[in-house]
């Protein structure tokens, strides 16, 4: 194998971005090689994926998942080796042999695998928000402890990235930037009444009217909480305060994201809403690669819209504002309340605004701790599910 081939670990492969990431690999094999796949419970879609590329791993979340794997191999010509557990997702992720990791492990799950690569001064294409969101001071300081690569892949921080200049660790002050205005599409329900939000199925909140996305990442769209832990994670990416981040929707999701300068220049990236432009961005940066996406066609498009967030609808992205701003281990427990409330809704134990309330409810009885430890994260994260479900027994739950 070439010295110049970039061999890559893709840490939720058979989700979304992970089959966005093998696309654009597969347009470059002189560039890129898959050494290992990760995925939770989806052994359909990871045996199909093992005999198109071959990696040398494949981890499944628990054996039971990997034992089906195994079966689903036999007779099979790969010479892919099966593993399972926390453990081995963080063995493929720190390999010394991996130069780059799509970490694309959707919600807490990505934490420990994504810090993993970072100690071991991987090139880390984050597409895990919540590994910011969870542990942002710790996750920035093993980043420039190691000096492992950070690129945003989120295409709302990717815009950002393309649009500021190489040296902005250290704020936005200091390259004459005056904020970042983060878009958003608005979600599926941005001209709905928010007296019909009651009413709201998990079908309706997964029809995302531009992007195509997992169940999760759909549903926080939806509420807007998705644009609230993009707001945190920026905050950490560039290293500047809420105050310093807008959100603006903009309903074609055709610019990414913008940038102002003190002169009042704002620089903006553009692009068809497709997540391979920052995935290969991720993987060639500094230089740039064809992504396998069409050109943007602007006369086509013929017009760009932008509206201010109707926070009374969405107050999810009030509440990622706030525990950014109370600081310590406060946008934990939203990340944690969020996801329990997230998964009741698509089980349809828990009301479209009842997302909102039992997130809320949670962060109002939660006492917030110095974030010390990645171990103290983890244990934040699960006494907060707890509470979560307590109260998503005690005094939310419901059938539709």
Not at 99 to 123: F, N, S
Not at 244 to 263: A, F, G, K
């Amino acid at each position: 194998m070439s010295a110049d081939v970039k061999l890559v670990t893709v840490l939720g492969s058979t989700g979304s971005i992970g089959v966005s990431t093998l696309d654009v690999v597969a347009r470059h094999p002189q560039q890129f090689q898959i050494f290992a796949l990760t995925a939770n419970s989806n052994v359909k879609g990871m045996a199909r994926q093992i005999r198109e590329v071959s990696p040398r791993y494949a981890v499944m979340r628990n054996e039971a998942a990997a034992d089906q794997l195994r079966q689903l191999l036999k007779g099979s010509s790969h010479k892919t080796e099966v593993l399972s557990g926390e453990t081995a997702l963080a063995q493929v992720a720190e390999h010394s042999d991996v130069d780059y990791v799509m970490a694309a492990i959707v919600g807490a799950a990505g934490l420990l695998p994504t810090l993993a690569a970072v100690r071991a001064g991987k090139r880390i294409l984050l597409a895990n928000k919540e590994a910011l969101v969870m542990c942002g001071a710790l996750f920035m300081e093993a980043v420039q402890h190691s000096g492992a690569e950070l690129l945003p892949i989120d295409s709302e921080h990717n815009a950002i990235f393309q649009c500021l200049p190489v040296q902005h660790r250290n704020g936005l002050e200091p390259i004459g930037v005056r904020r970042i205005i983060l878009t958003a599409s608005g979600g599926p329900f941005r001209d709905k009444p928010f007296s019909e939000f009651e009413r709201i199925t998990p079908q309706q909140a997964c029809a995302h009217p531009n992007w195509s996305m997992g169940q999760k990442i759909s549903v926080d769209s939806a509420t807007m909480m998705n644009k609230g832990l993009e707001l945190i994670e920026a905050c950490w990416l560039f290293n500047c305060s809420h105050e310093q981040v807008d959100v603006l929707v903009h309903r074609q999701s055709v610019i990414h994201s913008m940038v102002e300068y003190l002169d009042g220049s704002v620089l903006a990236q553009m692009g068809n809403p497709d997540m391979r432009i920052p995935i290969a961005y991720g993987l060639s940066w500094p230089r740039r690669i064809d992504s396998g996406v069409s050109s943007l066609n602007l006369a086509e498009i013929a017009q760009l819209d932008f509206e201010p967030l109707d926070n009374n609808k969405f107050p999810c992205l009030s509440l990622a504002a706030n525990a950014i701003a109370a600081g310590g281990t406060t946008p934990v427990a939203l990340n944690a309340a969020n996801e329990i409330a997230v998964a009741a809704f698509l089980e349809e134990r828990l009301t479209f605004t009842g997302i909102y309330q039992l997130v809320d409810a949670v962060l109002q009885q939660y006492q917030q701790q110095t974030t010390s430890s990645v171990e103290l994260v983890m244990a934040e994260d699960q006494r907060v599910r707890e509470l979560a479900n307590t109260l998503l027994k005690t005094q939310f739950a419901r059938a539709f």
